[in-house]
């Protein structure tokens, strides 16, 4: 059975920090890339950063400079460090692990965490 685990959700004032961990079991993660989405009261799933196999990073332009999401495949876990943080960016955060079907080896596996309560204010 798949698992994607999120923790590091709470409470946290404007300018604040925190850490965000996703940990996955039944799959791994060396093969998946690594997406975190965050969803507002009222408003669509956003993507917020991307972690590619490779480690490569892209991050939405509301959070670049603010946000580092990294990933440690030895531990099966990513991460999203989140500094400087505004009112705005209070949502629940997801962690998504994606891998495309590649023909002959595997189909499309899609899987996502349970989210986690990020809000930020005074």
């Known amino acids: 059975q798949v698992q994607l685990v999120e923790s590091g959700g709470g409470l946290v004032q404007p300018g604040g920090s925190l850490r965000l961990s996703c940990a996955a079991s039944?799959?791994?993660?060396?093969?998946?890339?690594m997406n975190w989405y965050r969803q507002a009261p009222g408003k669509q799933r956003e993507l917020v950063a991307t972690?590619?196999?490779?480690?490569?990073?892209n991050y939405a332009d509301s959070v670049k400079g603010r946000f580092l999401a990294s990933r440690d495949n030895a531990k099966n876990t990513a991460s999203l460090q989140m500094n400087g943080l505004k009112p705005e960016d209070t949502a629940v955060y997801y962690c998504?692990?994606?891998?495309?079907?590649?023909?002959?080896?595997?189909?499309?596996?899609?899987?996502w965490g349970q989210g986690t309560q990020v809000t930020v204010s005074s």
């Open positions: 039944g799959i791994v993660l060396d093969f998946y890339t």
């Open positions: 972690v590619a196999t490779g480690g490569s990073t």
């Open positions: 998504n692990a994606n891998r495309p079907s590649r023909p002959g080896l595997w189909g499309p596996s899609d899987h």
